[in-house]
């Protein structure tokens, strides 16, 4: 069988990742975007990876700013995600969204986990952009199982 696009995107289905809210701070405010391809890269350094869809309106922020939040979402923030995954204008995806900023980037109240990073590097993927974070700062938030994308919907770890 010769791969396509579905083809390889149903194939890919089947590979459980956890969803995450990117987030960054422009001259206009906070920005935000969900992710599930988004893993750790190094231990030392401490490095992570984040890939960016190339019209995401979140990367030109990550990338002219240098620093990004990485906010790992609970199993009940699925409508949070998707807000986050929405074309709403940036601002109106933080309205009602409880968060603090941490090195200058906004951290989601009651996630299950957050970092902060620097940008150390932009790489092209195809139709996305692949950025490697830095460690800065890192916590666990909340309490709970994580969100998970599988076979094209959220769900818990049963």
């Not at 791969?3 to 990742?17: G, I, K, M, V």
């Not at 992710?35 to 990367?59: E, I, M």
């Amino acid at each position: 069988m010769r791969p396509d696009q579905e083809r390889f995107r149903r194939l890919f289905s089947h590979f459980p990742t956890g969803v995450a809210v990117v987030t960054g701070t422009s001259d206009r405010g906070p920005v935000g975007m969900t992710a599930n391809a988004v893993c750790s890269l190094s231990l030392d350094p401490l490095l992570v990876l984040v890939c960016f869809d190339n019209g995401a309106r979140t990367l030109p922020v990550v990338r002219d700013v240098g620093r990004f939040g990485l906010n790992m979402l609970r199993a009940d923030q699925g409508t949070l995600s998707r807000v986050f995954a929405s074309k709403l204008p940036e601002h109106e995806k933080f309205e009602g969204v409880a968060h603090r900023v941490c090195d200058d980037v906004p951290i989601i109240d009651g996630a299950l986990a957050w970092l902060t990073c620097d940008l150390v590097d932009l790489h092209a993927g195809g139709d996305h952009t692949i950025g490697v974070g830095a460690v800065r700062a890192m916590a666990p938030e909340g309490h709970g199982d994580p969100l998970v994308w599988y076979r094209g919907d959220y769900r818990g770890i049963v």
